[in-house]
T-cell receptor, first 109, second 113 residues
Framework: GQNIDQPTEMTATEGAIVQINCTYQ??????LFWYQQHAGEAPTFLSY????GLEEKGRFSSFLSRSKGYSYLLLKELQMKDSASYLC??????????FGTGTKLQVIP | DVKVTQSSRYLVKRTGEKVFLECVQD?????MFWYRQDPGLGLRLIYF???????EKGDIPEGYSVSREKKERFSLILESASTNQTSMYLC????????????FGDGTRLSIL
C-alpha cells in the first residue's frame, strides 16, 4: 500500500524560511516529486529527488532520505506569492505516482 | 511550454446523466492521467493511459471509464453521474521515458445535483 503524510497547514512570515515535511511508506519507490498548487490553479512541478541529499533550485530546495522514508521542501526568503499548497508525490514506478494530501502554506506580512 | 487543456472549467450536471470530460495535450506525451481532488483526500488517480487505446485503472476507477482514441486526447466518462462524484477533476500528461513530471490542466469543477 501507499501512505504519504504531510502537515495539513503551515503559517510563516514573509522573508523567513519554512520547511515542509513529507514522510512516506510505499510498496515501490523510484523518486519523490514536489508540486506547488495555487488556489484554483493547476499543480506545477517544483522538484524531483531520486538520490539521498539536498537539491537546491533558487529559493527552493528539496531533501530526500530513502532509508528514513522522509523528504522536505525548504523555501527561503518567503514571498507572499509562495502562499499555496505544496504536494509531495511518490513515484512508485510503472508511471504510478501517488500524491499526499498537500500542505497549505500561508505567508503573512 | 506544455499545454494541457480541459474542455470546461465549471460543469453542472444532474444525477444519472452521462458526463464527458475532455482533455487535450499539445506536447506529444505518451502518458495521460485523470485525477480527482477533494479536500482532505488530495489527488487520487482514477485512470491513466500510456498509449492510444491503452488504459489502466488507478486507485478509484469505480463509476468511471475512459477513452483514448488519439494520442493528444483523453476523455473521462461518468457513466451515470452520482452526487458523490461532485469534485475537482484534473487531467495530466507526461513523457514515458525516465521519471518525467506530470503537467496538469487547470481542472474542471464538476457539480452533480
Amino acid at each position: 500500500g501507499q501512505n504519504i503524510d504531510q502537515p495539513t497547514e503551515m503559517t510563516a512570515t514573509e522573508g523567513a524560511i519554512v520547511q515542509i515535511n513529507c514522510t512516506y511508506q510505499t510498496s515501490g519507490f523510484n523518486g519523490l516529486f514536489w508540486y506547488q498548487q495555487h488556489a484554483g490553479e493547476a499543480p506545477t512541478f517544483l522538484s524531483y529527488n531520486v538520490l539521498d541529499g539536498l537539491e537546491e533550485k533558487g529559493r527552493f530546495s528539496s531533501f530526500l532520505s530513502r532509508s528514513k522514508g522522509y523528504s522536505y521542501l525548504l523555501l527561503k526568503e518567503l514571498q507572499m506569492k509562495d502562499s499555496a499548497s505544496y504536494l509531495c508525490a511518490v513515484n512508485g514506478g510503472y508511471q504510478k505516482v501517488t500524491f499526499g494530501t498537500g500542505t497549505k502554506l500561508q505567508v503573512i506580512p | 511550454d506544455v499545454k494541457v487543456t480541459q474542455s470546461s472549467r465549471y460543469l453542472v450536471k444532474r444525477t444519472g446523466e452521462k458526463v464527458f470530460l475532455e482533455c487535450v495535450q499539445d506536447m506529444d506525451h505518451e502518458n495521460m492521467f485523470w485525477y480527482r481532488q477533494d479536500p482532505g483526500l488530495g489527488l487520487r488517480l482514477i485512470y491513466f493511459s500510456y498509449d492510444v487505446k491503452m488504459k489502466e485503472k488507478g486507485d478509484i476507477p469505480e463509476g468511471y471509464s475512459v477513452s483514448r482514441e488519439k494520442k493528444e486526447r483523453f476523455s473521462l466518462i461518468l457513466e451515470s453521474a452520482s452526487t458523490n462524484q461532485t469534485s475537482m477533476y484534473l487531467c495530466a500528461s507526461s513523457y514515458s521515458f525516465g521519471d518525467q513530471p506530470q503537467h496538469f490542466g487547470d481542472g474542471t469543477r464538476l457539480s452533480i445535483l
